[in-house]
């Protein structure tokens, strides 16, 4: 079996970040607040920029690339297109449990359930 180098990015890079913000997330469930501002921008910041390499590589594989959006149109009757409608909803809870757990938003009890919903989302 020979798979494509974007492939093989795709699955490393998508998994190593989701995996980082998933425990992230978790670990923020049980500690808080992050001990400091550049420190949870770093973990989310690498978490969200090696989910997005993975995204983008993953375009690469598709024969047409420019006809992308068609993998987001088939989401009634693709497995695919439901798993990349969830990792673009990914994107705004993990920015909004960024806010709050950096402190940039004074929300300290909306910490767990952001953390909760940006680790399920990873999980699917």
């Not at 049980?30 to 375009?59: D, E």
């Amino acid at each position: 079996m020979n798979p494509a180098y974007s492939v093989i990015l795709f699955t490393t890079a998508s998994g190593a970040g989701y995996g980082l913000l998933a425990l992230t997330a978790l670990a923020a469930m049980s500690h808080g607040r992050a001990s400091s501002i550049g420190f949870a921008l770093s973990c989310v910041g690498v978490a969200i920029s090696l989910i997005t390499l993975g995204l983008l590589s993953s375009t690469a594989h598709l024969g047409r690339p420019e006809r992308f959006w068609r993998a987001f149109s088939q989401w009634r009757s693709s497995w695919l297109s439901r798993e990349g409608v969830v990792a673009v909803a990914t994107y705004p809870v993990a920015l909004a449990f960024l806010a709050v757990w950096s402190g940039l938003v004074d929300a300290p009890a909306l910490i767990a359930p952001l953390g909760l919903a940006a680790a399920l989302l990873c999980g699917i």
